[in-house]
């Protein structure tokens, strides 16, 4: 019987290595979580990278961030962060100011709005991240965790 991971691909000789396995595993997995996290945030009209974005507004409070800080902080990179800002700002969920002392850089900041939304998918997201993992202990959690923060550490 060939391995669970073979089977879901339809893959139907060995893999060459276990390093690829585990590779095309983890491809497959974040794939498959990301799929369902788009499919909640459909609803409320964001995608996960304005989703992002704005968690990250959140966090940085009255003060914001620089278009290049915003990038930087995203867990999946969009080359492209202009153009996601241009889409929450025209929905009234961000808003952009030139920087006083350096006209260079702009400034941006979750609008009353964008909290309130976020507010409105706090519990569905929080429901949503349970409901994605119940299924596993804290302590396999944890141990999940550890192992993909090392792998992580061999990319970079």
Do not use: W
Not at 62 to 73: L, V
Not at 105 to 114: A, S
């Amino acid at each position: 019987m060939a391995p669970k991971l073979q089977e879901e691909i339809k893959q139907g000789k060995p893999f060459r290595s276990l390093q690829e396995e585990v590779f095309i595993n983890i491809l497959l997995t974040a794939d498959t979580l990301s799929r369902k996290l788009t499919e909640m945030l459909k609803r409320s009209g964001l995608t996960p990278a304005q989703y992002n974005v704005l968690r990250i507004l959140r966090g940085a409070g009255e003060c914001g961030h620089a278009c290049r800080e915003i990038g930087d902080r995203m867990i999946t990179k969009d080359p492209d962060v202009t153009r996601l800002l241009d889409r929450l700002e025209d929905r009234g969920l961000v808003s952009r100011a030139r920087d006083e002392r350096d006209r260079r850089v702009i400034t941006v900041r979750v609008t009353p709005e964008g909290l309130e939304l976020l507010s409105e998918l706090d519990s569905e997201v929080d429901r949503f991240d349970l409901k994605l993992f119940e299924h596993m202990s804290e302590r396999q959690l944890a141990k999940l965790c550890e192992l993909l923060e090392v792998a992580r550490e061999g990319a970079v």
